[in-house]
């Protein structure tokens, strides 16, 4: 292999590809890739860490930059660390599980600070170390597994770098979730199920879980099926069905109960939530809890505030803090989960709170033109981010405090900025490691009104 590759290029040379290079990853990329030099140019590589020197072939060149593909390491780097799972070097699900855990956090902390100082063009805010996991496995409770066929046998799993991986065991995912894909897996070639994908979510806490079978088309079998999954699986709470509407999953009926229960409970100490099978919820319950915890504090004494939650969802946040505030109100566009959330809100007597469902983009105008007033607002938007439409209502309505929500560093650095144009001053960012071994990083900012 060392005498098939090139150490070098000649000096100012752009790689080409199909070169074959060894280089040195100096830092992560954003997305967890590593990132070498070559002449001053930027070279992006999967499945490596800061530090290693690997064998590399270039598989794409565009204009300030290349990506390539690992074909050896050399040397590893000083945070690089065995593998927990045999598929982690070709699977998409925890691209930085190779990297030492208190890297991993550390290089979260530096994503976030680069989304505000690149996209947000804001220089000096406060970012806080990482908030990571004693444990950091076994978290998800939501999974979403592609079906195929291999070798004519129907398996469930990801995929991959180069194709389709066939899962056995995730260490990402609870226990209880691989189960249910195991069973699933004889079960729909038992029975010749149309399956396309199978969604498992999982309540830690009652040790119970929800699979909602995506199918291409119905199935007279498809009943009996999940009758028998649920006597397979005695923690299997309900079985749900819903159809392909075209090609690909990504578009998809609401699934609708074929047997069972079609709704959970989640525990985030001490509060209890109601979530349908196609409610959003946090992934990860025990970040979640800190995730309720910095809101509460960010969002400071409401004992006299008027306090709006966009993005309510099943009311993750609103439940805890409408119990503090002088009035509260919700906003969420998915039917669905505002229904979970007049169940949580009925369950702790959260009586002063108005629910609104709409897209945040439309009611949050709606409330300036009706000239309403509000206080503190909490924004946990999905991963695209709020928009300036969103913020700039936000603006005129006087609010104070701004709490932010953040999936995702980019967008978060681009509505920060676009706060700071609006006069709000980002005082604090709180990153929570939400997602182990991903390079994935959620976020809690707080921006105030100067």
Known sequence: MDAEMNSSLPDSAQPRVGDSLTVTVDTLAA???????????TVFIPHTAPGDEVDVIVTQVAKNYARARLVALRAPGPDRVPTRCPLAAGCPGCP?????YEAQLTAKQQFVRDGLERIGRMKGVE????????????YRNKGEFIAERVEGILRLGYH?????????DCPLHHPLSMRVLRETEAVANAEGLPLAQLITRVSPHENAALAILVCWEWNDRLRAAAETLRARIPELAGVLLSRVRGRSVVRRTLAEPLAGAGKLTQLIDPWVYTVSAE???????IQAGRLITLVDEY?????????ADGYCGVGTFLVPLAGKALRSIGIEEHPTALRDAMENLTRYARHDVKLYEGRVETMFPRLLRKGRHVDVAVLDPPRKGIGQQVLSAIASLDVKRVVLVSCDPATLGRDAGDLAELGYRLQSVQPVDMFPQTWHVESVALAVKA
Not at 33 to 41: E, H, K, L, Q, S
Not at 160 to 168: E, K, N, S, T
Not at 299 to 304: E, K, M, N, Q, T
């Open 299 to 307: 969002a400071g004494d409401l004992s006299r505030a008027i306090f």
């Open 127 to 138: 970012v806080r170390p990482t908030l990571g996991m004693d444990d950091p496995w076994q």
């Open 279 to 285: 409610s959003f919820f946090q992934v990860n319950n």
């Open 96 to 100: 930085l599980q190779h990297l030492r």
């Open 160 to 168: 991959g770098d180069d194709g389709f991986l066939p899962l056995d």
């Open 31 to 41: 997305g967890g890739d590593g990132i070498a030099r070559v002449n001053g140019f």
